[in-house]
């Protein structure tokens, strides 16, 4: 491409300090980003598309239908809502591939874990003693790599099983919303089985009920949440440890003049585990130090960032919108890629420099990059590799610039057990405080905030859509690149509760809280179903998920996973909300999806596209929900006295991670 940037041309728009920082300097000015290319289309996206009513299923169309107009139904005579459904449906099997691809990879390292294979070991027993519970496997007289290695191979059978019993993970949501699947026919059987129904149900001619289709992608992601992304999240856990809070820096200021940097990109925890555990073996350290350099400072980007993020406390770089950005500083030296979320454009970016692209998985290889295959059996001996090349890249270095007035601290590490031992103590850890907290009314209700960045919207809604929320008591789960991008505007830190209002901010405080609490990766959305099923078995907050004052949004949702992720918070009983679907181009369709699912599972979709209003709609629907349990007077009576401070309970290890919050 032939276009120059000049300074920080096209920066408007761009919110984020670091980006355009970067983009200012001269090093940067031949690099064309993503917001360039946005520009650079010329013309609004496809209004079929955006709307959901182009159909390319068959070789009469493509058809692009107009709702209501007769003329303007498919050749095949599929209406507007039988297209948006099929669409929609897809993406959520794509979304689900893509995570039930990740986890079987997870699975099948688990399983050469658990023969004694490779680097890793079974390090939380804990966690390895729940799964065997929901596993029913008798664990009498067995060791723990025995026992792990029973789970592994169950796990492995809930993808490909053919027989019609829901998957394992399944019985750990609620009694009730069980019973609702069952009766509905939506409990989802393997995994890889859902997947394939759903495009043999959206292929030509085949489901031309929109109701029908949508109940099928239900289920399909249903076996997402509950199979693939649950057993991944578990099993992950158990394998590196489960992340407990822990204190890290985000933004491109984490990389360093004096090291190798290698970012990794992607979303499979095993390659990166591999990198982290290479990176300070000896060997490594001084084949850096031969070149001058201190050592490897390995930095995350996307969703392997924060796996290793909520881990090892290894700092990530970049969300998936600064991915190519890391790269215009001039000072990474290799980019090490494994699947999903990575631009092919992080290879023309990497062409201005001395950059390595590098392709880890067969699955995934870029046109230009370098690729080494990241062998499972031998991660170090792959991972070293990986770090040589990368070693070889950095007396190639040239001009480079690292924005160092950026860097951010988070406190991060919130997975479903640290949320039970930080409000009830580390020996009685339970979610009565959470749940005592919001009947209460101190906090107003919980709001999850996930997913992807997105070009095509300003880069600070989530902060905005967050802000709105903590300063209206509503406790933030973070997820994803939006936990990134919170993490970037300070909000991950126990500090950022003064901006809380007072109920939260009170909670905050005492336990020494962030008001937005960083839970993971995107398959880690898994830990938020866990944590709302044991809010329903806490009790007092009703007795299904749909009681729940909670609520989700992915609002700069890119990816497919994103409304995967949506439809199995909706089908679990959640209000979701987006600022844009592709379902507005049928009516009848749009309704369904708002007030028919509603109706079915007492969860919905949403749209708004103003951050402000998103934020309200969000806790609208939390009063709501409170009203209906009959808890929404408490809130107008938030009074502290010593008592209830002390009450709030101070037991979470959060203090020890140095996470106090301001001193009174
Ligand atoms: Fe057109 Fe029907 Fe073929 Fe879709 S399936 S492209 S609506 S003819
Ligand atoms: S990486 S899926 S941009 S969250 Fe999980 Fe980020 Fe969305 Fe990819």
């Not at 000015?29 to 946005?38: F, P, S």
């Not at 590196?240 to 990109?265: E, W, Y």
């Not at 209906?628 to 809130?635: E, F, H, P, S, V």
Request: charged share 25%.
């Amino acid at each position: 491409m032939a276009i120059s940037r000049k300074g920080c041309e096209g920066c408007d728009g761009i919110t984020i300090p670091s980006t355009k920082e970067v983009l200012q300097q001269d090093i940067a000015k031949n690099v064309i980003t993503a917001y360039d290319r946005v520009k650079m289309r010329g013309m609004e996206a496809c209004m079929f598309g955006s709307t959901g009513t182009c159909c390319r299923n068959c070789n009469m169309g493509p058809c692009q239908i107009i709702d209501g107009v007769d003329e303007m139904i498919g050749i095949c005579g599929a209406t507007a809502e039988t297209v948006a459904a099929r669409n929609y449906a897809r993406t959520i099997a794509a979304g689900t591939a893509a995570h039930t691809d990740h986890a079987r990879e997870m699975v099948k390292g688990f399983i050469e874990t658990a023969k004694g294979h490779g680097p890793h070991e079974i390090k939380d027993v804990a966690k390895l003693m729940t799964m065997a519970e929901v596993f029913k496997i008798d664990t009498e007289g067995k060791d723990k790599n025995q026992i792990a290695l029973e789970i592994g191979e169950k796990a492995l059978a809930d993808f490909g099983s053919q027989d019609d019993n829901p998957v394992t993970m399944l019985s750990r949501a609620p009694k009730k919303r069980q019973e609702l699947w069952k009766r509905l026919g939506v409990e989802p059987r393997g995994v890889d089985r859902e997947v394939v129904e759903m495009m043999h149900r959206t292929h030509m001619g085949v489901d031309q009920d929109y109701k029908n289709i949508m109940l099928q992608a239900s289920r399909c992601a249903l076996g997402d949440g509950w199979g693939s992304s649950m057993l991944s999240t578990e099993l992950t856990d158990i394998m590196f440890g489960t992340p407990k809070p822990i204190r890290a820096i985000v933004d491109l200021a984490c990389l360093r003049k004096d090291s190798v940097n290698v970012a990794v990109h992607g979303h499979e925890p095993l390659l990166a585990e591999a990198l982290c555990l290479a990176a300070n073996d000896e060997e490594i350290i001084k084949a850096a130090n031969k070149v001058g350099a201190k050592g490897v400072n390995l930095v995350g980007v996307c969703c392997t960032g924060n796996e290793i993020l909520m881990r090892r406390g290894i700092p990530v770089a970049a969300g998936f919108i600064q991915q190519e950005m890391a790269l215009a500083t001039g000072a990474v030296e290799a980019m090490v890629v494994d699947v999903q979320c990575i631009m092919q454009s992080v290879q023309e970016v990497a062409d201005n420099f001395h950059t390595d692209i590098i392709t880890t998985n067969y699955r995934a290889k870029i046109d230009g990059a370098t690729h080494i295959q990241f062998e499972e059996e031998t991660p170090i001996e792959s991972a070293k590799e990986i770090l040589k090349k990368a070693i070889g890249n950095f007396k190639k270095r040239g001009d480079c610039f690292i924005p160092d007035e950026t860097k951010q601290d988070v406190v991060v590490g919130f997975s479903h057990e640290t949320i039970n031992n930080m409000l009830g103590g580390t020996f009685r850890s339970s979610y009565r405080p959470l749940n005592d907290n919001i009947i209460n009314g101190r906090i107003r209700g919980v709001a999850a905030i996930v997913g992807c960045d997105n070009y095509k919207m300003p880069d600070n809604h989530h902060e905005i859509i967050a802000r709105e929320l903590i300063k209206n008591d509503v406790l933030v789960l973070a997820t994803g690149c939006a936990a990134t991008g919170l993490g970037r505007v300070g909000l991950l830190t126990p500090e950022a509760a003064s901006e809380a209002g007072p109920g939260l901010r009170e909670v905050c405080e005492t336990v020494g809280m962030p008001p937005v609490l960083h839970c993971g990766s995107c398959v880690d959305n898994s830990r938020l179903l866990v944590a709302t099923s044991a809010m329903v078995a806490e009790g007092g907050l009703g007795d299904d998920i749909s009681d729940l004052p909670v609520v989700g949004t992915a609002p700069a949702w890119m990816s497919e996973k994103a409304v995967a992720i949506g439809q199995y918070f909706v089908a679990s009983g959640t209000y979701v909300i987006f600022q844009n679907l592709p379902l507005t181009g049928s009516k009848k369709f749009q309704k369904f999806m708002f007030d028919g699912m509603d109706e079915i599972y007492g969860g919905r979709w949403d749209i708004e596209e103003d951050p402000v209003k998103l934020a309200h709609k969000m806790i609208a629907r939390i009063d709501e929900r409170r009203a209906a349990l009959g808890i929404d007077k408490q809130r107008e009576r938030v009074l502290f006295d010593m008592e209830m401070r002390r009450d709030l309970g101070t037991g979470s290890g959060l203090k020890d991670a140095g996470c106090h919050g301001p001193e009174k």
